[in-house]
């Protein structure tokens, strides 16, 4: 019997329009079809407060989504490389992240880039701040160009299936992770 996973889906763009959005609001529908406890926290939306200290006093979207995160069994990372690392909106919300209630959690990573330049690097990155946070990530990260996206959608279905893919076996390592 498959074990019903807290999964948390973040797009980690600050632009209203970006194209991290599209992919990740697709890996959010994907994963909503296989695990019915799934969030989405989209940093378009621009709710998330800057971080200004732990004695501080934030809005209620800021307060649920670190507690999502921090609930959740599974986080699902999209970010855009914006001058060779990953979106400060996304390193922004970890700010908020308690590490002491993170362990054992699984990671997949998506990589969105104008040109295919810095995955390597900021997977890197990336998998670097999850080990702070005890947080096991999927090697298998996906990357993507702009290319990508046409019309506001994924245009290519192997872009789709490697997503789903890696939805998939993030599912599955925490699945292992979690055999009670």
Known sequence: MVRIMKVVVISGS????????????YVYEYTKSKNVDTEFINLSDGQIECYRGPEEEYNEQ??????????ADVWLIGS???NSFFSSALKNL?????????EGKVAGIVILAASNIGFIDVQ???TQLLSYFRVIANPKAVFLTTEAI????ISK?????RLRDMVDETLKIASKLHQD
Request: aromatic content about 8%; hydrophobic content about 30%; cysteine-free.
């Open 14 to 25: 600050p632009r209203k329009n970006a194209n991290t959005q599209v992919i990740m609001k």
């Open 150 to 153: 046409s019309e506001n959608a």
């Open 94 to 102: 970890f700010e908020y992240i308690n590490y002491k209630k993170t």
């Open 157 to 161: 279905e192997e872009d789709k299936k």
């Open 62 to 71: 800021t307060k649920n989504a670190a507690k999502d995160i921090m609930d």
């Open 124 to 126: 890197t990155l990336i």
């Open 80 to 82: 855009p490389i914006y």
